[in-house]
């Protein structure tokens, strides 16, 4: 496998991995739950005035007819409660699961004070800072959307990873060869040249010097 495409799947899984987190941990922090996440609840209070610009939500169990919850929210001696029955159902899948949103309080008015509730009617109600789950469902949104751009991404970077590991090849080592040496496989072999002979020159040969003798008369 060449080594271009084991780095690219490499990066391609981590990003692809980092994405999937991010969507994991987006969709678990839009996630709300009314029974947990309340400034009151139950069929009396008090809950302060000034945690919210947004108001609050007044939500209850899904199988409670918003017409049949009758109740009443004090501030400064005026009921500052409103239904939303005309908008309100059950069965509309608000990614609440079990509850539903009824009415509301305080919208746009947060001048410090504390309000009191009383629900006529006895059923229990959760009373939502409407700003903070609209900050958690907009955050978590974000964050998911995010997830699946990096997710994305990550997997054209394995694809182009997988493409490249699986058509290019590895070059194989030029090795040079020394002289008388042994062929290696795959390489051309080398031939060797023969050594040129020099001719052989021909020395005179050396007379050898007799004596010669004189004859005495």
Same mark, same amino acid.
């Given at each position: 496998?060449?080594t271009?495409?084991?780095v690219?799947?490499?990066?391609?899984?981590?990003i692809t991995?980092?994405?999937?987190?991010?969507?994991?941990?987006?969709?678990?922090?839009?996630?709300?739950?009314?029974?947990k996440?309340?400034?009151a609840?139950?069929t009396?209070?008090s809950?302060?005035?000034?945690?919210s610009?947004?108001?609050?939500s007044?939500?209850?169990?899904?199988?409670?007819a918003?017409?049949?919850?009758e109740m009443?929210v004090?501030?400064?001696?005026?009921?500052e409660?409103?239904d939303t029955?005309w908008?309100s159902?059950?069965?509309?899948?608000?990614?609440?699961?079990?509850?539903?949103?009824?009415?509301?309080?305080?919208?746009?008015?947060?001048?410090?004070?504390?309000?009191?509730?009383?629900?006529?009617?006895?059923?229990?109600?959760?009373?939502?800072?409407?700003g903070?789950?609209l900050g958690?469902?907009?955050g978590?949104?974000f964050?998911?959307a995010?997830?699946?751009l990096?997710?994305?991404?990550g997997?054209?970077i394995?694809?182009?990873?997988?493409?490249?590991a699986l058509?290019?090849?590895?070059?194989?080592?030029?090795?040079?060869?020394q002289?008388?040496?042994?062929?290696?496989?795959? !390489? &051309? =072999?080398? $031939? %060797? +040249? *023969? @050594? #040129? !002979? &020099? =001719?052989? $020159? %021909? +020395? *005179? @040969? #050396?007379?050898?010097?007799?004596?010669?003798?004189?004859? #005495?008369?």
């Amino acid at each position: 496998m060449h080594t271009a495409g084991k780095v690219l799947l490499i990066i391609g899984g981590v990003i692809t991995v980092l994405g999937i987190v991010m969507i994991v941990g987006g969709a678990a922090a839009a996630s709300f739950d009314p029974t947990k996440e309340n400034v009151a609840s139950g069929t009396s209070g008090s809950f302060s005035a000034s945690d919210s610009g947004l108001g609050f939500s007044v939500w209850v169990s899904e199988s409670v007819a918003c017409e049949d919850v009758e109740m009443e929210v004090l501030y400064q001696g005026n009921d500052e409660y409103y239904d939303t029955c005309w908008s309100s159902d059950p069965s509309e899948d608000d990614g609440v699961d079990g509850y539903y949103s009824v009415g509301g309080v305080g919208l746009f008015d947060d001048d410090g004070g504390t309000y009191t509730f009383t629900v006529n009617s006895g059923h229990t109600v959760y009373i939502t800072d409407s700003g903070e789950e609209l900050g958690e469902a907009v955050g978590g949104f974000f964050a998911a959307a995010g997830g699946v751009l990096v997710a994305i991404c990550g997997g054209v970077i394995l694809l182009i990873g997988l493409i490249l590991a699986l058509t290019l090849k590895t070059k194989d080592p030029v090795v040079m060869q020394q002289m008388g040496g042994q062929m290696m496989a795959g !390489q &051309m =072999p080398m $031939q %060797q +040249m *023969p @050594a #040129q !002979q &020099m =001719p052989a $020159q %021909q +020395m *005179p @040969a #050396q007379t050898t010097a007799q004596p010669f003798e004189y004859e #005495q008369k």
